[in-house]
């Protein structure tokens, strides 16, 4: 998606650390599932947590996926918030 950076350019970098989105929001994320990777529902339960970014992938079209140090499954950029 590229919010601030544009495509294929990570909002957070390796090491950066990130706030995982409210509950509400991953809720209404997960029940849309119009993304590339869909969250598992037991990743609701990392809602609000701070993580370090452990590395960063890019699916076609500019959908950036990031793992966390600590926290479980993959995680869309939109589902991230600066810490």
Request: aromatic content about 10%; hydrophobic content about 35%.
């Amino acid at each position: 998606m590229g919010k601030t950076k544009g495509l294929n350019n990570a909002e957070f970098e390796v090491g950066a650390e990130v706030r995982v989105a409210d509950r509400a929001f991953l809720e209404r994320f997960l029940e849309e599932g119009q993304y590339h990777n869909e969250l598992e529902p037991e990743q609701l339960e990392y809602a609000d947590r701070v993580a370090k970014v452990k590395s960063v992938d890019f699916f076609h079209g500019g959908d950036e996926i990031y793992t966390l140090e600590g926290i479980p499954g993959v995680w869309h950029e939109e589902c991230l918030r600066p810490a």
